[in-house]
């Protein structure tokens, strides 16, 4: 009973809306808002744009858990798109961890360069994402 409520809730039967297309709003806004706060010299915005950073990298990985599971749901065409997706996610990832990295190193700088580098994958991502929870199915845009 419980395996049924957790993959109902995953799978957004009750809301619509499974859990992993809430849960991008971590990361995503996380990444962008310490990109925002790059544009600022001060270190009050270096320091919450190094901690914003680490919170978009933590928050990834629930965000990739539930997409795996809304993943498995999908038929093999649109599963191959996901597949995509999930390596441009991956590396995203990584390169947000090499910018906190940098940034608590104190190569500021370096670490802005690697966060503007990881949006431009979260953009890519993103568009990959916006396919695969638009519906479609193999059968459709044929």
Same mark, same amino acid.
């Given at each position: ?6 993959? #109902? ?20 806004? /996380? ?13 009050? #915005? ?40 999930? /390596?441009?996610? /991956?590396? /995203? ?31 890519? #991502? ?6 695969? #929870? ?9």
């Amino acid at each position: 009973m419980t395996d049924r409520r957790v993959r #109902s809730a995953v799978l957004g039967d009750t809301t619509g809306i499974p859990l992993h297309g809430i849960l991008t709003d971590l990361p995503f806004g /996380a990444w962008w808002m310490a990109i925002f706060l790059d544009f600022f010299k001060d270190d009050g #915005s270096r320091q919450a744009a190094k901690r914003l950073v680490a919170l978009g990298v933590v928050g990834a990985v629930p965000t990739a858990l539930t997409g795996w599971a809304h993943w498995t749901t999908k038929d093999r065409p649109i599963q191959r798109v996901g597949v995509v997706h999930a /390596a441009v996610n /991956a590396t /995203a990832v990584v390169v947000y961890l090499a910018s906190w990295t940098a940034r608590q190193r104190g190569r500021h700088k370096f670490g802005i360069r690697l966060a503007r580098a990881g949006a431009v994958l979260l953009l890519v #991502s993103g568009f990959l994402g916006g396919h695969l #929870s638009s519906g479609r199915t193999a059968s459709q845009g044929q």
